[in-house]
């Protein structure tokens, strides 16, 4: 049996604020080592240096993306009694992130859909934003929640 929060205890509108996490040149490289993405705005200080862009090697968008699914992970789904996630939509990487930044999310639940006995989905509207609390990126994430009907969480 699995205890924690069941798709009845989250509402629309409620809020969640995660902890900062400082990205590293290293998560950047290790990001690289698992994906093989080796763009050169991830890699090359000297191309960034001309690149009109950027100011300064990069993060991945989808390593800022993951930072922000962990986010969502330790707020949201973790204290769940059970719970995957469904997907993201909307995903904007409006602002680069830099070694050194200090990235924290905020996200509010906006919808819930009880899809049947056992299962109901919350939709949430992230924002990840640096330590100067400038949106780095912007998505909408549907997670999947287990009702208090479903047999793995009943007493």
Do not use: K
């Amino acid at each position: 049996m699995y205890e924690g929060r069941t798709f009845q205890d989250y509402e629309i509108g409620e809020r969640f604020e995660s902890e900062g996490r400082t990205v590293t040149e290293a998560d950047i490289r290790m990001f690289v080592g698992a994906t093989g993405s080796t763009h050169p705005a991830h890699v090359d200080h000297e191309y960034c240096a001309d690149h009109p862009l950027v100011d300064g090697v990069v993060a991945h968008g989808t390593l800022t993306l993951a930072v922000t699914d962990g986010f969502l992970s330790d707020e949201v789904t973790t204290p769940a009694a059970l719970a995957l996630n469904y997907g993201h939509e909307n995903v904007r990487y409006v602002e680069p992130v830099y070694p050194g930044d200090t990235l924290s999310a905020a996200m509010e639940i906006i919808e819930t859909d009880q899809r049947s006995e056992e299962w109901g989905s919350l939709t949430l509207d992230v924002e990840l934003a640096n330590q100067d609390d400038d949106a780095v990126l912007t998505e909408t994430q549907t997670v999947i929640v287990a009702t208090s009907e479903n047999e793995s969480v009943r007493d």
